[in-house]
């Protein structure tokens, strides 16, 4: 089928070429301004995947949708609103979209299909999230994924369209826990990094532990299945990114109380603004993110945090 990607980092990019593999017809869409963008037409690769001259690229939003059978989104998720405005007027009828991005938006606590749904109600809606890195999948290397949607017809032809022997993908039966679960493992990726950066790496097991649990309370107080965050989207996406070196939010956590620079996007530290937000309105106590907010955002003590993170109750274990 037709397939167009829209956005050219990393996973964006991945994304078109692992389509382009599987027999699709690849459109990648990147804004002018993009330097992803540009590298991509000027060589064809980005360092990680390369393209040949059969995969389309253009700056035309309009033209990159129209040609499409499914619409694949890899943004920043705090992006996600205002390409949704450029997005409104175009036809969607047809056409699968699907979400392969992980975030909430900070300023609203809002899950990415809400975001898309203001805009576009109708449309058949899906996200893709789960564990995995380019760097592993293009060497070979497989993993498991999970599909998730409010309507099951979406779900199974995503997993028809994009399943393969790399990429072997789960059927989700809980879209917002899903959404939660995918966003929230990248704020418990940020305090791991802090973790290693204050030569605390033993503490990753509490850390784990005490976050799922964290998240899977969240969860069940918004109305999700709270044994969701022991799935794909949460638990099972820890490896990738509590312990790997190709965790941008890891290693942003690290570099940032090691007063080092780090130019890669890391969602979760904006996605620690929404969680609390959603904390607050669902009364669900999230010390690990408040924790991880106190030391990226006020600035407050990492030792100090992490000793009051880690002792703030003597009588029970979660």
């Not at 290397?141 to 022997?165: F, Q, T, W, Y």
């Not at 130019?263 to 607050?280: F, Q």
């Not at 100090?304 to 109750?313: A, H, K, P, Q």
């Amino acid at each position: 089928m037709n397939i167009t990607v829209i956005g050219c980092g990393r996973w964006g990019s991945f994304l078109a070429w692992y389509a382009a593999k599987l027999g699709h017809a690849v459109t990648i869409y990147g804004r002018k301004s993009s330097p992803h963008f540009h590298q991509l037409q000027e060589t064809g690769t980005n360092g990680l995947v390369s393209f040949g001259p059969e995969t389309k690229m253009t700056t035309d939003l309009e033209k990159a949708v129209a040609s499409a059978q499914m619409v694949i989104i890899s943004i920043g998720a705090q992006g996600l609103r205002s390409l949704m405005a450029q997005l409104q007027p175009l036809s969607f009828s047809g056409k699968t979209t699907v979400l392969c991005m992980k975030g909430i938006e900070a300023s609203t606590g809002l899950r990415l299909t809400q975001i898309v749904r203001e805009f576009l109600p109708d449309i058949d809606l899906g996200i893709w999230v789960g564990p995995g890195h380019v760097q592993d999948f293009v060497k070979g290397l497989p993993n498991c994924m999970v599909v998730d949607s409010d309507r099951e017809e979406v779900k199974a032809h995503i997993i028809d369209a994009m399943g393969s022997d790399l990429i072997r993908f789960y059927y989700g039966d809980d879209l917002l826990g899903n959404e939660i679960g995918a966003a929230s493992k990248n704020v418990i990726g940020i305090a791991a990094g802090i973790l290693d950066g204050r030569n605390k790496t033993s503490l990753k097991g509490p850390l784990m532990c005490r976050g799922t649990r964290e998240i899977a309370r969240l969860i069940k107080a918004m109305g999700g299945n709270e044994l969701t965050a022991y799935g794909l989207s949460h638990l099972g996406d820890y490896e990738a990114t509590v312990f790997s070196k190709y965790s941008h939010n890891r290693q942003f956590g690290e570099s940032f109380v090691k007063k080092e620079p780090y130019g890669e996007l890391a969602e979760g530290a904006a996605t620690v603004k929404a969680l609390l937000l959603l904390g607050k309105k669902y009364q669900v106590e999230l010390p690990i993110c408040d924790a991880v907010d106190r030391i990226i955002h006020q600035n407050q003590d990492a030792d100090t945090c992490i000793n009051r993170l880690f002792t703030r109750s003597l009588k029970h274990e979660f």
